[in-house]
């Protein structure tokens, strides 16, 4: 399952995005170009791509930091509903533009680092709640993410572990079942049909061990699959050539799954400690 930042016919492995072959004379005309234009059209590269994804993160973390705060002020003065507003319009903001970033035909690196912001304060506002609820959390939280992405980094980049179609396939209808159960669940919930806090992934057990435990492990490895494709269609755009500028899209891409993982990692902490 592609992420949907990867869009771009610069990320097809398939070489569908990769530069035309010129003819002498096209040649001849970028060579007589200006040099801002060369730079304009400087091919995407694996470090440019990290140090974009390195400021994208810094962002996100500074917004994290910010709805942290926010929210801890707005529970520690007794205003739960301020505590509420805070993450829900910063997850509207961040939901708004998520879209537009991943629709729009070119990447821009205000609106993703926008985003990044509206995001992070979300994510603060969120792990605040979690970390109300089961002090030491968090800190967990953050450790396991780190581990997943630097072990699968790390798996990836010495070709231990690569995307195939055939486990692409399987991830894309295993992330639809689970996308699936999770609208049920969250109906469930809303209406009241499952009382528990956590909806069937605290209700249900499976020889003991609560379905969320289970399931939370499961979207740990869908979302170690998914940075593994993450990494593979950036891998795919500089093999192509892609235009510097779509570097902002690999960084945007990476982000979502991170923010994704983590927010997962989070779940699977707080069901495993009931």
């Known amino acids: 399952m592609q992420n949907p930042a990867f869009r771009n016919e610069a990320f ?3 070489g569908q995005g990769a530069v035309a072959t010129m003819t002498a004379q096209q ?3 970028l060579y007589d170009q200006p040099s801002a234009q060369r730079i304009a059209t400087e ?3 694996i470090q440019d791509t990290l140090v974009k994804s390195g400021l994208t993160f810094a962002i996100l973390i500074t917004g994290a930091v910010i709805g942290w705060i926010a929210t801890s002020t707005a529970l520690q003065s007794g205003s739960s509903g301020t505590a509420v507003g805070i ?3 910063a997850g509207l903001v961040a939901l708004v533009l998520g879209f537009v970033n991943v629709f729009k035909r070119e990447p ?5 680092l926008l985003y990044a912001a509206a995001q992070g304060v979300l994510v603060g506002g969120i792990s605040m709640f979690y970390e109300v609820m089961e002090p030491g959390i968090v800190f967990q939280a953050v450790l396991a993410t780190l581990v997943v992405v630097g072990v699968t980094l790390a798996l990836f980049a010495s070709g231990k572990i690569r995307a195939s179609k055939r486990a692409t396939k399987i991830f894309l209808i295993v ?3 689970y996308l699936l159960f999770s609208v049920i669940n969250i109906v469930l919930m809303m209406t009241g049909a499952v009382a528990d806090p956590w909806g069937l992934r605290g209700s249900v057990t499976i020889a003991g061990i609560p379905l969320g435990v289970i399931l939370g492990i499961l979207a740990v490895l869908l979302g170690a699959y998914s940075l593994v494709l993450d990494f593979d269609f950036v891998q795919q755009g500089v093999r192509n050539g ?3 500028k779509y570097g902002w899209t690999g960084a945007f891409g990476i982000m979502v799954t991170v923010v994704w993982l983590y927010l997962e990692i989070l779940r699977l902490i707080a ?3 009931r």
Not at 108 to 112: E, K
């Open 271 to 273: 069901i495993a400690r």
């Open 108 to 112: 821009s690196p205000a609106l993703i």
């Open 87 to 89: 993450f829900v319009g």
């Open 12 to 14: 097809k492995s398939d």
């Open 43 to 45: 091919p995407m590269t």
């Open 27 to 29: 040649l001849q005309d």
């Open 242 to 244: 892609a235009p510097r």
């Open 175 to 177: 992330m639809v079942a």
